[in-house]
């Protein structure tokens, strides 16, 4: 059965939105890992928009099943790692305007500096996962830095109109997710996965871990993070 990240980054974005204490993303993670999620995942944004330094040191503390920071490729970010030790680090796209991640990382395009980052952390102890847009130059790029794991990036899928969309983009995941399995790499996937549109993905075998956020979280704030968790894993069953 696929593993399921719960990233908790809009819990706190709410916090965010009055600069106070609430909701704590601290108990967030609890209630998720109580609620039977395979990890918590967590995006240090350099604006610090959502998640802040000292959630993370404490997350790093709480946290029982396993913790992926999502950082920018830098050299400040793999410093915080180093010294925090999440259980793997995901290295993505920021840009400050943007909403969300809004693509994958440009491997081949940038090789020089994500091979040395990838390097660092890999020599601390931290695996490392790449999140790039499910092309086979990507995944051969993404080995050719010795990642651990890609995270291939559903976007693209979950913004598909129509089956002749979708179907494509269903089959650049699957060939994406194949290649990185046969290369010997993890593969996970995530960004815009909710209640609809994850079971189809869940007929590609190779995609042992899917990382979702802001749906479970929405989802939560009407029925309880504790059922929004519990349904989300039902459909990875
Ligand atoms: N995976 C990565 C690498 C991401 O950057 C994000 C968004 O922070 C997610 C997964 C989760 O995306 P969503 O919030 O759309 O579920």
Redesign the pocket.
């Known amino acids: 059965m696929p593993r399921l990240g719960v990233?908790i980054?809009h819990v706190a974005t709410l916090r965010q939105a009055r600069g106070g204490t609430d909701p704590d993303p601290l108990t967030a993670a609890m209630l998720v890992e109580l609620a039977g999620a395979d990890g918590i995942?967590v995006?240090l944004r350099e604006d610090r928009r959502h998640i802040q330094d000292r959630d993370l040191r404490l997350l790093r503390e709480l946290i029982r099943t396993k913790l992926d920071l999502?950082m920018a490729t830098d050299e400040t970010m793999a410093k915080i790692a180093l010294t925090i030790k999440p259980d793997m680090v995901?290295l993505?796209p920021e840009r400050r305007q943007e909403l969300?991640?809004e693509g994958g990382l440009d491997v081949a395009g940038h090789k020089n500096r994500i091979q040395r980052i990838v390097a660092q952390l890999q020599k601390g102890g931290i695996p490392v996962s790449l999140?790039i847009e499910p092309n086979l130059a990507q995944v051969k790029a993404a080995h050719g830095v010795s990642a651990d794991f890609v995270?291939l990036h559903t976007g693209r899928y979950a913004n598909a109109h129509g089956s002749k969309e979708t179907d494509a983009e269903v089959a650049a995941l699957t060939q994406a997710a194949k290649l990185a399995h046969k290369l010997g790499m993890g593969v996970n996937a995530?960004?815009?996965?909710d209640y609809r549109n994850l079971t189809r993905l869940t007929q590609i075998p190779e995609i042992a871990e899917y990382?979702?956020?802001?749906?479970i979280i929405a989802r939560a704030v009407l029925v309880g993070i504790d059922q929004a968790v519990r349904e989300m894993k039902t459909l990875l069953n």
Do not use: K, P
């Open positions: 990233n980054d995942v995006h999502e995901t993505v969300t991640t999140f995270e995530g960004h815009g996965l990382n979702i956020g802001h749906s």
